[in-house]
């Protein structure tokens, strides 16, 4: 799953081509429960269980568990 703000739609093409991408989400438009449906429906369908988050760097660990929790950016950011 990617969270970008500055991806092209080539960009998000070759990551669905290169690395299995489930869903791209928009940042600008980020809603907490679309990031959480997307989360959902990628376990449900066998595309990624939660030993997946153990890959996450520790950065985006922290920002995925932040925004699985719907904390606003500004109570995250203090978090890191």
């Given at each position: 799953m990617v969270v970008s703000g500055l991806a092209t739609p080539a960009e998000i093409e070759r990551a669905y081509a290169e690395y299995g991408v489930f869903a791209c989400l928009?940042?600008?438009a980020f809603e907490r429960a679309t990031f959480r449906a997307a989360v959902a429906e990628a376990i449900a369908s066998g595309q990624?269980?939660?030993g997946e988050i153990d890959k996450l760097t520790p950065r985006s660990a922290r920002s995925w568990s932040c925004s699985s929790r719907a904390l606003p950016t500004r109570k995250s950011r203090a978090s890191w």
């Open positions: 928009e940042k600008q990624a269980d939660k």
